[in-house]
């Protein structure tokens, strides 16, 4: 049974950071994409980042460009977001999600082409 895990989130002051993790099974992270997603309260869920398969590419929106980083560690079939410089526009329930492809599409993606998500974990930058 494919299953994503997200972990990692919790409370920080701005300027502060967090690392996300996405554990998966029932499928090989390194075969697939994996992109990260956040919606805040009364928004829409937006694209943040993608990774493809074999690390070849990475895509970031523009408003966490430079201060976001995700990355992949095959063995433990788990991928990262290092989250740096957080600003209470972070905050924001965040998952991850895999398409079941290996290419991110050249961009972070739009929700609608990812059919397979985790439960979320909660991220929130306050003073």
């Known amino acids: 049974q494919l299953q994503l895990e997200e972990s990692g989130g919790g409370l920080v002051q701005p300027g502060g950071s967090l690392r996300l993790s996405c554990a998966a099974s029932?499928?090989?992270?390194?075969?697939?994409?994996i992109g990260w997603f956040r919606q805040a309260p009364g928004k829409g869920r937006e694209g943040v980042a993608c990774?493809?398969?074999?690390?070849?590419?990475?895509y970031y929106s523009d408003s966490v460009k430079g201060r976001f980083t995700t990355s992949r560690d095959d063995a433990k079939n788990t991928v990262y977001l290092q989250m740096n410089q957080l600003k209470p526009e972070d905050t924001a329930l965040y998952y991850c999600?895999?398409?079941?492809?290996?290419?991110?599409?050249?961009?972070?993606?739009?929700?609608?082409?990812?059919?397979?998500w985790g439960q979320g974990t909660q991220v929130t930058v306050s003073s």
């Open positions: 999600a895999t398409p079941l492809t290996p290419s991110c599409g050249n961009s972070v993606g739009v929700a609608d082409e990812y059919g397979y």
């Open positions: 029932g499928f090989p992270t390194h075969s697939y994409a």
């Open positions: 990774i493809s398969s074999n690390v070849r590419y990475t």
